[in-house]
């Protein structure tokens, strides 16, 4: 999916229509790359039975795959008052990118 620089669309705080920026939010928090449960389990030996978690994760080109697509974080930044607005619903998309329009 493809997404204009700027867009005019209404902003709550100015209540009406402005000239607004896309911003795109990439870094998300970062969690741990163990869960709590991964690391009791190496310490406890990792091989005395498996005990069903953690689970293997399914491959993508199984028929149970895991999505594909990411949920898009976008922003919207009034260029009136500066504020940042959240876009109402999030969407998903496997590409997301913001393109230059010349405004
Ligand atoms: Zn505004």
Redesign the pocket.
């Known amino acids: 999916m493809k997404m204009p620089k700027r867009v005019r669309r209404y902003?709550p705080?100015?209540k009406k229509h402005?000239l607004q920026t896309v911003i795109q939010n990439k870094s998300g928090r970062k969690r741990g790359a163990m869960t709590m449960g991964q690391r009791r389990h190496e310490r406890r030996g990792g091989i005395r039975g498996y005990g069903g978690f953690p689970k293997p994760k399914p491959e993508k080109s199984s028929r149970h795959r895991i999505k594909t697509s990411k949920k898009i974080d976008i922003r919207f930044e009034?260029n009136?008052?500066k504020?940042k607005n959240t876009y109402k619903s999030t969407f998903r998309a496997k590409k997301f990118e913001i393109v230059k329009i010349g405004v």
């Open positions: 902003c705080t100015c402005t009034c009136e008052c504020k």
